[in-house]
């Protein structure tokens, strides 16, 4: 994919400057990536980032890290560079006076964590220090200027990076924006995020780059060409998708399913608890 995407000749054509390496916190040169898959290491939880959890390599792509907190399901997958902060060896917190904890969502029973722990970190194959990377230490303050174009990960599909442009500038925070999406994947990072990086970065690293898309430009998103509506369904939820006028073919409506939540806020058990947890 990489091979396919060619930044001088798209910089040519859409105009637009690369944001200088300086802005960024990231290796001049690519850190080598040693890690293997089953590996354990020590991750913050990256949604709630005060703790810090047992991860397993689940795979790697340049030196990025697919990783996978060990008692969450497989669908938190997360992503970290080799010279990355926010992962140690395994016994760092203990060192540093600190515990291994359950990850937001752990599958099972809190008092069976000590357990859990003690049968995953037993006879696992634990990532030596040598593989972690030291962090660069990024610039002192906000360099970027809007309109700068720089490759950016794609934060709702972690795995992809892409060619993104800053739109604004607020403080230590840029506006990433993803060229040809139309603003449905941008977000606002810090300066030194790590998720952000200069042109040519994917290709040196050996990671794919995904071409920019089409949308945003040209007739395919223009309003007026009957092709608005088609393309703004696609993907919905079915809950949108119900409001469209085909449903009043039927004279009642079918049945909406129902879900109730309960919310237990006095923590008791109730007929709906199972009272052996
Ligand atoms: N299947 C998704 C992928 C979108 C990826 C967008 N990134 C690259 C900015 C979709 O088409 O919606």
Not at 114 to 140: D, I, W, Y
Not at 160 to 171: D, H, S
Request: proline share 11%; aromatic share 8%; hydrophobic share 25%.
């Amino acid at each position: 994919q990489s091979e396919t995407f060619n930044w001088e000749e798209y910089l040519k054509e859409s105009g637009g400057e690369p944001a200088p390496e300086t802005c960024f916190k990231q290796a001049s040169t690519p850190p080598e990536n040693t890690f293997e898959p089953s590996q354990k290491i020590e991750a913050a939880d990256p949604r709630n980032l005060t703790s810090t959890c047992v991860a397993t390599v689940i795979g790697a792509v340049g030196p990025r890290l697919r990783l996978r907190l060990d008692g969450s399901d497989n669908s938190n997958d997360f992503w970290r560079l080799t010279d990355s902060g926010d992962i140690h060896p395994i016994g760092f917190s203990e060192k540093n006076g600190g515990l291994l904890q359950p990850p937001l969502g752990f599958r099972m029973n809190p008092s069976s964590w000590p357990s859990f722990m003690q049968k995953t970190l037993n006879g696992a194959v634990c990532a030596p220090s040598s593989c972690f990377k030291q962090e660069p230490l990024g610039p002192r303050r906000n360099e970027f200027k809007p309109s700068m174009k720089l490759e950016a990960v794609d934060r709702k599909n972690p795995m992809l990076i892409c060619p993104a442009t800053i739109g604004a500038i607020n403080g230590d925070q840029v506006h990433v924006r993803f060229d040809g999406w139309k603003g449905a994947f941008d977000y606002w990072c810090k300066y030194d995020d790590r998720d952000i990086f200069p042109c040519g970065w994917c290709a040196k690293n050996g990671h794919p780059l995904q071409p920019p898309g089409q949308k945003g430009s040209g007739a395919v998103t223009k309003p007026g060409r009957g092709r608005l509506s088609d393309s703004s369904t696609q993907g919905l939820n079915p809950t949108s998708r119900n409001s469209t006028p085909s449903r009043q073919k039927s004279p009642s409506p079918a049945p909406t399913p129902t879900m109730c939540v309960y919310i237990n806020h006095g923590c008791n058990c109730g007929p709906y608890l199972n009272q052996q947890r």
